[in-house]
């Protein structure tokens, strides 16, 4: 749900996200102008989300997990917390909640990084043991057509790993 002062949050978050994505990146101010945009739109999700990203690039993990928990909490329908915690469970080697938290996040059947959160499942059941488990989710993204045409890449690594378990697809 977006706040009643929209435009005010909106323009917060997309300096945050300028801050962001910057060459050199400039989390401080990332995380500042984030944090600004929960202040002002405590009920939006989207504010968190990023508050979120912005702590766990800066190692953050706890403050990072309990953005992205509020995140999920304001807006259950959306897979990109989710995903963002999976990762950054992955991240401190809680390697069972990563695979919960990728799991509920595929469940809500994301749109955009679909191949990708397969292939991070893939990857910490791999480190699991459960090679198994890893295999079905390599032979999902081996059958996905690319997004768009250069990002080819998950399917092509998936089918790699199912000739790495002496599979075809």
Not at 12 to 18: N, V, W, Y
Not at 89 to 111: I, N, S
Request: charged content about 25%; hydrophobic content about 40%; proline content about 5%.
């Amino acid at each position: 749900m977006i706040p009643m002062s929209t435009s005010e949050a909106q323009a917060k978050l997309q300096e945050g996200q300028s801050s962001f994505f910057a060459e050199p990146q400039d989390l401080l101010q990332a995380i500042l102008l984030f944090r600004k945009t929960t202040d002002i739109a405590p009920t939006w999700a989207e504010g968190f989300l990023w508050l979120g990203a912005a702590l766990l690039d800066d190692s953050r993990f706890s403050e990072a997990e309990e953005n992205y928990l509020r995140a999920i909490s304001l807006d259950a329908t959306d897979s990109r917390p989710h995903l963002h915690l999976g990762g950054a469970y992955e991240r401190q080697g809680r390697l069972e909640d990563a695979v919960r938290c990728f799991r509920e996040g595929l469940a809500l059947k994301p749109y955009y990084g679909n191949a990708d959160a397969h292939m991070m499942l893939a990857d910490v059941l791999k480190r699991l043991g459960r090679v198994d488990e890893a295999v079905c989710e390599w032979q999902v993204v081996a059958q996905m057509e690319p997004m768009y045409p250069s990002y080819e890449w998950p399917i092509e690594e998936a089918k790699r790993e199912l000739q790495n378990q002496g599979l075809t697809t």
